[in-house]
């Protein structure tokens, strides 16, 4: 599995190379990225959700997703009580906004599906799409509060964010075709497959043409990264697996838990960074460092998962 992950971290890089390579060429820019954005998280995700629900789900796996989901939400939890936590003096107040979101936010969705799915192919993605349910809300719901302390999220704008998530949409459709015992013709079933196939090598060139922004470093900066590095890379993936093992999960439930953990910061740190006037450098370097770094840390998880299976 270690190799096969490997493999695919190699892949990986190569499709970030390759949106990297296209913005400075500038056949991709801003505009072209905010539609493959658009297209990834409206359409391309959607698909892959609904197509592996459709053709993977039954009633055993509808138990285990549950035990994931749970899983999820404890860890999320506790992942937002450590923020309320005062932060080192490393960090002045516009970077330490960009710490906690960073705690709470892994780019699972973009980076963390591809790598699930290559490793566990339409069952992975089920898997991480639920465990992912948490995050997406904590994304939106407490982004926007951490990077502009005046904003106040109710229970109601929860709702709405949740109610009219297109994931989360394209999960409950499924599981009503599925138990429903409605047949996707198979033609259009097909189509839709294919289109969510779509979606790895989409949203990681994405994800490469948005590293390719400059970015100016400094000495400062670097002590704060490397620390946002050693705990949402490390340390909080090492966490997720021990709380794994003391509850005796399955070799796969615990690998994509741990594996999704130890994902890369969220690319919306540094929308909301630029949309708030935060810090959107450090918030961009942030992003930039996770996302290389997780191509190594992630193997190095994975062969420690494999040591106690």
Request: glycine content about 4%.
């Amino acid at each position: 599995m270690t190799e096969s992950l490997i493999n695919t971290q190699i892949t990986i890089i190569t499709y970030l190379l390759i949106g990297f390579l296209l913005y400075k060429v500038k056949m991709i820019d801003n505009k072209a990225q905010l539609f493959m954005s658009d297209m990834t998280i409206d359409v391309l995700l959607p698909c892959s959700v609904f197509a592996s629900f459709v053709s993977s789900m039954t009633v055993d796996l509808l138990v285990s997703l549950a035990t994931v989901l749970i899983f999820a939400i404890v860890l999320e939890t506790a992942l937002y009580l450590v923020t309320k936590i005062p932060s080192s003096k490393l960090f002045d107040p516009s970077e330490e906004s960009v710490l906690h979101y960073s705690e709470l936010v892994s780019n699972g969705g973009l980076v963390g599906t591809p790598v699930v799915e290559s490793l566990f192919g339409p069952l992975g993605v089920m898997y991480c799409n639920v465990f992912m349910i948490p995050t997406r809300i904590m994304a939106f719901s407490a982004g926007e509060s951490i990077f502009n302390p005046a904003i106040k999220k109710n229970m109601k704008d929860i709702v709405r964010s949740v109610s009219t998530n297109k994931v989360l949409l394209a999960m409950l459709l499924g599981l009503a075709f599925v138990f429903l015992k409605i047949k996707v013709p198979a033609p259009v079933f097909s189509a839709i497959q294919k289109t969510g196939a779509c979606l790895s090598p989409f949203s990681l060139i994405l994800v490469g043409s948005m590293l390719a922004q400059k970015i100016h470093l400094n000495l400062h900066m670097m002590k704060g990264v490397s620390l946002i590095v050693l705990i949402r890379l490390i340390l909080i993936p090492l966490a997720a697996l021990s709380v794994c093992l003391m509850m005796k999960l399955d070799f796969m439930s615990t690998a994509v838990i741990v594996l999704l953990m130890g994902m890369p910061v969220g690319m919306t740190c540094a929308s909301f960074a630029k949309k708030y006037r935060g810090n959107e450098e450090f918030a961009s370097m942030v992003v930039l460092v996770t996302t290389l770094l997780s191509t190594v840390t992630l193997v190095m998880m994975m062969g420690v998962i494999e040591m106690f299976f």
